[in-house]
């Protein structure tokens, strides 16, 4: 049973640390955060706490964006009122049991703060409420683990990282009982910290797991995920492991995806199951699997927010290229998986483990109730092999800059997501591809140094 407001404020006044962890997540869905005295904590319950708003106005290398409106030099940084969010409590079990509560952003008018990432999803969710539907999410995420610590990693410029296990060794249960210890940890700490596990295993890869977390509630479903990065960060450390979530590290091996499974519910059912069609699917999932179709190139930077994100999208790699759809198809953008009532739904296979789960399950549900909305027909045929080959109805852009363009400048992102997060978040990228862009890399220095 949930535990009451009252009841939460209680267990944290009686934790003999008298401190609490609060966070927020910034633009990249990096976990920011801070150890706040229980006193403070209990005072900022009603009104908030202070913020430095620099979390928006700077990049995952803590590097200030020089394109933005919202915050920077212009600004002076102030700070951003955040609001603790008691339904979010949990104990950290690797820390002590420490109090941890997550936190959104309010503006100067008391208006949820639009650049929120965790605000922009409850203004989805709400669309689908007003709809008369439930939204129920799980993100699943791949990742490789390496026996390192961060400071070999700096010195050797993060150059040939050595990974906790060798070969390939796709469900291996020899591999995970070779590091049971940190294998078990993660799965038995996660839980109790409120992230609760539906399937662990190894995949294809050196020193590479895939976990998927149980489903729920979608806001609930993004914070377990933005948790769990966190959480197996935390957790890796204790055993010696730097575990990355990269969209693909290397180009000898697959990258990481960050799938995302979804189904919407009205009245205690599951809308999206029908017994009576041919492949057990309703006419409302036939329109919202329709509107991931038709919104895919216009919401892609929310689903592949790197420029190493598109590193992981090629042909062969068990990622998408093409704009496609299948019945329990891994080749395609979106893979339909009818079945039972309980099990019936969607998995969009476009986003990587890079991804700010607040964004890109945003731009999942956006999307597919753009088409429930609108009544879309799926008018693009269902692939029944492989879906690399399949180009008839567009292909995925090659790269940030190219995707940001169009997620800029399209009049349905800005519809689904308003104009000031679109214009927003577009900077961001154009920033991040713009330090990119002036990068010298090992690649170039290794092809032309001595040749050209």
Not at 5 to 31: F, H, S, W
Not at 77 to 101: C, F, H, M, N, Q
Request: aromatic share 12%.
């Amino acid at each position: 049973m949930a535990m009451t407001n009252d009841q939460i404020i209680e267990e944290i006044k009686n934790y003999p640390g008298k401190k609490v962890k609060v966070a927020v997540t910034d633009i990249d869905g990096i976990l920011r955060g801070k150890v706040m005295h229980v006193d403070k904590f209990l005072s900022s319950l009603e009104g908030g706490f202070g913020f430095c708003n620099v979390v928006f106005g700077w990049d995952s290398a803590d590097v200030c964006y020089d394109n933005v409106e919202y915050t920077g030099w212009h600004t002076g940084y102030p700070d951003a009122e955040a609001r603790l969010d008691l339904s979010t409590y949990r104990k950290v079990p690797w820390d002590g049991d420490i109090p941890l509560v997550l936190a959104d952003f309010r503006d100067k008018k008391d208006h949820a703060l639009e650049l929120c990432p965790r605000n922009l999803l409850k203004k989805i969710r709400k669309s689908a409420a007003d709809m008369g539907y439930s939204a129920t999410f799980s993100q699943e995420f791949e990742w490789f683990n390496f026996s390192e610590n961060s400071d070999d990693l700096h010195d050797k410029h993060f150059m040939e990282p050595e990974p906790i296990t060798r070969g390939m060794f796709g469900y291996s249960l020899l591999r995970s009982s070779q590091r049971s210890e940190y294998f078990n940890d993660l799965y038995d700490l996660l839980a109790k910290f409120g992230v609760p596990i539906e399937g662990f295993h190894t995949e294809t890869g050196p020193g590479v797991y895939e976990c998927a977390l149980l489903y729920s509630e979608i806001l609930e479903a993004a914070d377990r995920a933005v948790l769990f990065k966190a959480g197996v960060k935390e957790i890796a450390s204790m055993h010696g492991v730097v575990p990355t979530f990269m969209a693909k590290w290397s180009d000898d091996y697959p990258g990481c995806s960050g799938h995302i499974h979804q189904s919407l519910w009205k009245d205690g059912s599951n809308v999206f199951c029908e017994p009576k069609d041919a492949d057990g699917m309703s006419e409302i999932m036939k329109s919202y699997l329709a509107g991931l179709l038709h919104c895919l190139p216009h919401v892609l930077p929310l689903l592949a927010p790197t420029v190493n994100s598109f590193k992981r999208l090629v042909e062969g790699a068990w990622a998408p290229t093409t704009i496609t759809w299948g019945i329990e198809n891994r080749t395609c953008a979106v893979r339909a998986i009818p079945g039972s009532e309980k099990s019936t739904r969607i998995e969009m296979r476009v986003p990587g483990s890079d991804t700010n789960p607040y964004l890109a399950m945003s731009a999942v549900l956006a999307s597919g109730l753009y088409g429930v909305k609108n009544k879309l027909k799926l008018e693009i045929p269902r692939v029944q092999g492989n879906g690399y080959a399949m180009k008839d109805h567009g292909v995925l852009p090659a790269n940030l800059w190219e995707s940001t363009q169009v997620f800029k400048n399209s009049k349905i992102s800005n519809e689904l997501f308003g104009e000031k997060f679109v214009k927003h978040f577009a900077a961001t990228r154009e920033w991040e591809w713009r330090q990119y862009s002036k990068t010298i890399t090992d690649w170039e220095r290794k092809r032309y140094f001595e040749i050209i």
